[in-house]
RNA sequence: GCGCCGGUAGCUCAGUUGGUUAGAGCGUACGACUGAUAAUCGUAAGGUCGGAGGUUCAAAUCCUCCUCGGCGCACCA
């Protein structure tokens, strides 16, 4: 080893060179589940709440989560935003307290509990609806449970160990308290209309459980004869098309087109190069639409066929046609209506439309419409998708399978109806059709339009419906982001009455007694035992408790039929504000902000805005924050089959919930959002750069103690201009929080870590960090910079990275001054306005940009390998521009771009000198700095006595 | 099918009421340093602003159509 290498050695330490314990890498994976279980230790939720005991409270109300299987990247975005702001209203001054919840009713628990009981031999029928229930109950804790852990490795502070679940008793009864209110307020009815079936479940279903596959239907194209035809018509046939054959023995009508063009056919001719005969055959006489004849005639392999006449839609009107089944199994021999319908087309079909009202919801309401009777309807098909006597010949046949593998595919009632059709002589033709149909969300399998009674909440129209009341509540509430309003709007604009009722066990029962006319018994003092009994014993004390009990002596029993169906789990959770905002001490109502995906505007938005408008007239939130939804890398949906699932707990295993957060904090979550390996690693790349930062402003604060500090006033320029970005950055980071828009605080946060501090302030005062004297005015200045930078930015920090910030504030040196217990116990501290200088700010700006020139000018001599480090380097700076001239030489142009020297000149540059075209009146020559090295600071210096020996400065700071 | 939202450098984002050569950070490449060192600093490359028309003296920004993606709604007799 050379010797001037041991000099350097031995003047190294004579360096205040930083010092701290704080780990470069942050080995989060590890580190994190640590800190965890250190916040539950200490209680830090109570000491957050105690803290801000007195405080202005800021609600956000937790949307539930459903109680099943473990949480994906949707959920958790969606609780982390939920966490940041919280975590920000917290330290803005706000007693922010979350209280997360789940929705613990409902279908899926069911499904997956009757899967279970079924894997141990046991069919749902032989399971006592209380056992079950016990079953569903256990189920949903196991998930909580589970949930509950992995919301907390996420960082989500709230109160995890009272949190609000859907099948708590006393939130059971608060539900069917909040039921019962709708029935006094006269908003309950029992109404019967088809609808959505889902027989495989064997529930009715809400709009929100539907979801359209593709499924392979077979048509079939079907004639009717008249009873008697009108004039003209004699032995012609009206035809229909239809995908679903087994609605056929429901057929009760067909409806026509005013405005379609009708015409009479004639067959001539069928394709004989078949291997089977055509069910049309010569000499046949139909009716179609015109624009359709075609089309039926290539269906029905129909060769040849001419039209006879026009058939006007008047001439139609009051016919009765027999029904195409007449006369099977003795049965079917009532007469069909022909009847008008505005919903009829001529694009599809055959212009004729089979009406079975019992099936669908335009059958229904032409059925209605045209006057004729509610017991007319036939319930042909049963809650099993079979069916009934109501349907002779067929009982029994089932449209779709529900049992076994097979649930869901076709069962064979069309092929017995198609037969029994073929028998009749009233098959005109048959065919496949691919096309979107509506399936359970739960069991993907498809669902049938059906006839059943079922309880329902009015929404209604005009002045004084509840649905006014709702769009009022809309226009006083504020979205984020503003385009949020049209939806909801647009949904309960448009909205059906609420279908609340289920033929479902694991929920909140309709607690409902129904007299004989079929109106439900509104009576106080039967509501009140009714609560009491299920705060009690929850839901089970409905159905089994005997019904005397809960009428008393003013209502004879046998008068009344106890309702059992269950409540919508939409109404479980529309009525979240309610058991949870207004029961709860620690929480108000309404809530400031409610915050979702953008789905829920159909759901939970929805179902509490009716339920509060219901109740209490207005919306239980005053804001409604969405975000969008989590894609792969190349933005598209994340999906088991295209194999681009990513999961929470992958990027919490291998970088850290810090880094998963970050990539929250960055991203815009008001659209929706991209995740991938690379979009990770940019978040982990950000996170190192401000660790890093973070680090070097503890180390750099090592050993510091009050005494050091240095009044603003006493501070040189460079550190006044760094306390002025602060303020500034403060302010940007500040409002952003309480814009709820993270990105742009986390773009601010860490471009002024990077560029200001990192490759600027710290580059500058490294060596005056270094090397100056401890008792020097500017290093003390710097250092008080750095505690400040400091205190600050660990805050700013605190609600995006949360373990971070908390292993930063461990290690804040003693000398810093007095520490809460948990950094999540500071609030956001204000920056004096006295920083605040625009002049300065005005001044550095430009000097920021003459130091740019120089460094490019170095990069230049570098390359011709003139010079390595810029301390080898002395620049010689000319400015065409006495103002920016007069500024320049009001700083140490050396010590700004980190050279050993500097001269600077007025006028005009040499030839060759370096410019930059943004900076047209600067240019700069750069040569080799003249002197020896100073063997402790490296700069290069004509006071220097030889290479390696000490300068003047680091003399006097070494005595 | 209809409605809403969105498509700006490899990635994440800025781009105010339309106005000079479209910006930042990260990443990349190259280089420097070796006293923030699995760090730090510098320089550079990189975009026909999803596409096509149109309005305008002037459009990433306004209009129309198309396309891709997401969400929602609906129909399918």
Known sequence: ?????????????????????????????????????????????????????????????????????????????????????????QMAGFDANYVPGWDCHGLPIEWKVEEAFRGKGRKKGDVPPSEFREECRAYAAKWIDIQRTEFKRLGIEGDWWNPYKTMDFTTEAAIVREFLTFVEKGLVYRGSKPIMWSPVEQTALAEAEIEYHDHQSTTIWV???????????????????????????????????????????????????????????????????????????????????????????????????????????????????????????????????????????????????????????PYTVGPDGAYTDEAPGFEGRQVFRTEGKKAGKDGDANPEVIKALVEKGSLLARGRLKHSYPHSWRSKAPVLFRNTPQWFIRVGQGEGSLRETALKAIDETTFYPPSGVNRLRGMVEQRPDWLVSRQ?????????????????????????????????????????????????DKYDPADFEKVTDILDVWFDSGCTHAFTLEDRDDLQWPADLYMEGSDQHRGWFQSSLLEGCGTRGRAPYKAIFTHGFVLDDKGLKMSKSLGNVMLPEQVTQKFGADILRIWVASSDVQEDIRVGDEILGSAVDAYRKLRNTLRY??????????????????????????????????????????????????????????????????????????????????????????????????????????????????????????????????????????????????????????RRVITGAIEEKRNEKLIGASLEAASGVVIDDPALADLAASVDLAELSITSQATLANGQAPDGAHRLPDQPNVAVSISKAAGEKCGRCWRVLPDVPEDGALCGRCADATK
């Not at 016919?319 to 006369?327: C, E, Q, S, V």
């Open 697 to 850: 402003l503890l180390s750099g604060l090592d050993g510091y103690t009050e005494e050091e500090r240095v009044d603003v006033a006493d501070m040189p320029e460079l550190e006044r201009y760094i306390l002025h970005r602060l303020h500034e950055v403060n302010e940007k980071i500040r409002a952003s929080f309480d814009a709820y828009n993270f990105k742009a605080a986390w773009r601010a946060l860490s471009e002024f870590a990077i560029q200001d501090l990192s490759a600027f302030y710290f580059d500058i005062r490294k060596d005056c960090l270094y090397c100056d004297a401890p008792s020097s005015l500017k290093r003390r200045a710097n250092r008080t910079v750095m505690a400040i930078l400091l205190d600050h930015l660990v805050r700013l920090l605190a609600p995006v990275c949360p373990f971070t910030a908390e292993e930063v504030y461990d290690h804040f040196p003693a000398g810093l001054g007095e520490k809460k217990p948990s950094v999540h116990l500071l609030q956001f501290a204000d920056v004096p306005g006295s920083y605040r200088d625009e002049a300065l700010a005005e001044r550095w700006q430009k000097l920021r940009g003459i």
């Open 504 to 552: 479902r066990a694991w929920g909140v029962p309709i607690t409902l007694f129904v007299d004989k006319s079929g109106e439900p018994l509104v009576d106080e003092a039967v509501n009140k035992r009714i609560y009491d009994a299920v705060a009690e014993k929850g839901a089970d004390a409905w159905f089994d408790t005997p019904d005397a009990e809960f009428l008393g």
């Open 1 to 89: 080893m050379a010797d001037d290498q041991r000099s350097k050695n031995d003047y190294k330490d004579t360096l205040f060179l930083p010092a701290t314990d704080f780990p470069m890498r942050g080995g989060l994976p590890k580190k994190e589940p640590q800190m965890i279980t250190r916040w539950d230790e200490m209680g830090l939720y109570a000491m957050l709440r105690a803290d801000a005991k007195d405080r202005e409270k800021f609600v956000l109300h937790d949307g539930p989560p459903y109680a099943n299987g473990h949480l994906h990247m949707g959920t958790a975005l969606n609780k982390t935003i939920k966490d940041l702001i919280v975590r920000t209203r």
């Open 223 to 377: 004639k009717f004869p008249f009873v008697q035809a009108p004039e003209g018509l004699e032995g012609a046939q009206v035809v229909i098309w239809t995908t679903t054959p087994w609605t056929i023995p429901a057929n009760r009508a067909v409806c026509y087109g005013e405005g379609i063009s009708y015409g009479l056919y004639e067959v001539e001719s069928v394709r004989q190069d078949l291997e089977f005969a055509p069910f049309a055959a010569p000499g046949d006489r139909l009716i179609l639409a015109d624009s359709l004849a075609e089309e039926v005639f290539g269906a029905a392999f129909v060769d040849t066929f001419k039209r006879i006449e026009d058939v006007p839609a008047t001439k139609l009107s009051g016919a009765k046609l027999k029904h195409p089944l007449n006369g099977h199994a003795d049965s079917y021999d009532f007469d069909v209506h022909m009847l008008s319908g505005d919903h009829v087309t001529d694009d599809a079909g055959t212009g004729f439309v089979h009406t079975a009202p019992s099936h669908g919801q335009e059958d229904y309401f032409a059925w209605l419409g045209a006057g004729l009777p509610l017991d007319a309807i």
